[in-house]
């Protein structure tokens, strides 16, 4: 044997084989379906807030196209910082 496979070989820190691929704790997963319900995705997001920034460039002199967009960006946010806060008391962490 190589001394470079006799060093692999002695690494406590071996590479997963297939079948030993690593699993989420029942925790972990629970979160990760919990964040999936309440957060909204990074594309609803990035889609308001380019809303936001196409009313700003085709219409700037519209004011209440404007005020419009920035509310409803802003109840967006709002929303889904009360349904973290309530799923987050439910669970007792609030």
Known sequence: MSSHLR???QDPVAPLQ???ATT???AEQQGHKLLDQIAPSFGEIALKREDLKL???DTPEDG???VAQI???QDFY???WQLCQ???NKMGRG
Request: proline share 8%.
């Open 64 to 66: 209440p196209a404007i």
């Open 7 to 9: 060093l692999i070989t």
């Open 55 to 57: 009313v700003l460039k």
């Open 24 to 26: 989420a704790s029942a």
């Open 71 to 73: 509310r409803n960006l």
């Open 18 to 20: 297939p079948d030993q």
């Open 86 to 88: 309530q799923t987050l």
């Open 78 to 80: 709002r929303d889904g």
